[in-house]
């Protein structure tokens, strides 16, 4: 008994910082887990790219490469035909109107001749002109380069917009949450306003929020964790509650009450 009456009457700026502080490690959390997972396939592609696909050099709007041609790409073990995806390195001159003929019978591909890259997936199929590209050589050296010097600021980018979800996911939650307390209490006429449940909500957030810090940290994957992080929200929401309901009535006067603006 109590634990319900303390936390109603908590001042208003220690429950801002307890969401805030639950955005913060929510956010440090996922970015944990999403910045692993990034770096791992980055570091998987530009490792594997010397061995599934040629070096290739753009010089003056023009591909070339210095394997034999037509090159397939082979991601399905040696077997190029009837599959989902076809990928073919062709720089031969005048060999431009031999691409759709590589992706006639595939859903989805892509071919690069000496002057175009074409792609075709179920709803279309596009050619995107190399006129325009820089010169460059592409390998698993220059993408390792490109990845290092780019990703960093991909990274910052994430931040921020994780960030600025979880401002808006975490008071909402807590929002619509605070309806079990708030409706408890009016079922069992109890005293406490929607602004003392909203206290509440808010105050049983760190519980769930930290086990899914700790799962991120440590990158154990927990199937349907989404659904546990509520379950246990829920429950310790539904556990005050419980103490809200039996405890003496009018334990908070309007001083004590918080207004959602």
């Given at each position: 008994m109590g634990m319900a009456r303390s936390m109603c009457r908590m001042p208003v700026i220690l429950v801002i910082a307890v969401l805030v502080l639950c955005v913060g490690l929510s956010t440090w959390g996922l970015m944990s887990a999403a910045t692993k997972a990034v770096k791992f396939l980055?570091?998987?592609?530009?490792?594997?790219y010397d061995v599934l696909?040629?070096?290739?050099t753009v010089k003056d709007?023009?591909?070339?490469?210095r394997e034999k041609q037509p090159?397939?790409?082979?991601?399905?073990?040696?077997?190029?035909?009837?599959?989902?995806?076809?990928?073919?390195?062709?720089?031969?001159?005048?060999?431009?109107?031999?691409?759709?003929?590589?992706?006639?019978?595939?859903p989805s591909g892509a071919v690069l001749t000496r002057k175009t890259l074409v792609f075709k997936n179920q709803n279309q199929?596009?050619?995107?002109?190399l006129k325009d590209m820089p010169d460059m050589v592409v390998n698993s050296r220059t993408i390792r380069e490109?990845?290092?010097?780019?990703v960093p600021t991909l990274i910052q980018w994430a931040v921020v917009t994780i960030l600025f979800y979880f401002f808006l996911?975490?008071?909402?939650?807590?929002?619509?949450?605070?309806?079990?307390?708030?409706?408890a209490a009016r079922s069992y006429a109890a005293d406490a306003t929607y602004g003392q449940s909203l206290k509440i909500a808010i105050l049983a957030m760190p519980v769930p929020v930290i086990f899914d810090l700790v799962t991120d940290l440590l990158h154990v994957h927990i199937p349907a964790s989404f659904v546990l992080y509520f379950v246990l929200y829920i429950g310790g929401i539904v556990l005050i509650t419980r103490d809200l309901v039996t405890a003496p009535p009018s334990f908070a006067g309007p001083a004590e009450q918080i207004r959602p603006s």
């Amino acid at each position: 008994m109590g634990m319900a009456r303390s936390m109603c009457r908590m001042p208003v700026i220690l429950v801002i910082a307890v969401l805030v502080l639950c955005v913060g490690l929510s956010t440090w959390g996922l970015m944990s887990a999403a910045t692993k997972a990034v770096k791992f396939l980055v570091n998987e592609a530009v490792t594997k790219y010397d061995v599934l696909f040629p070096e290739i050099t753009v010089k003056d709007g023009q591909a070339s490469i210095r394997e034999k041609q037509p090159y397939y790409v082979d991601l399905f073990g040696g077997k190029r035909k009837n599959k989902d995806l076809v990928l073919v390195v062709d720089t031969r001159e005048d060999k431009e109107k031999d691409a759709m003929d590589y992706l006639k019978d595939t859903p989805s591909g892509a071919v690069l001749t000496r002057k175009t890259l074409v792609f075709k997936n179920q709803n279309q199929m596009r050619v995107v002109p190399l006129k325009d590209m820089p010169d460059m050589v592409v390998n698993s050296r220059t993408i390792r380069e490109v990845t290092a010097k780019y990703v960093p600021t991909l990274i910052q980018w994430a931040v921020v917009t994780i960030l600025f979800y979880f401002f808006l996911a975490k008071p909402a939650q807590a929002l619509l949450l605070a309806m079990i307390p708030y409706f408890a209490a009016r079922s069992y006429a109890a005293d406490a306003t929607y602004g003392q449940s909203l206290k509440i909500a808010i105050l049983a957030m760190p519980v769930p929020v930290i086990f899914d810090l700790v799962t991120d940290l440590l990158h154990v994957h927990i199937p349907a964790s989404f659904v546990l992080y509520f379950v246990l929200y829920i429950g310790g929401i539904v556990l005050i509650t419980r103490d809200l309901v039996t405890a003496p009535p009018s334990f908070a006067g309007p001083a004590e009450q918080i207004r959602p603006s």
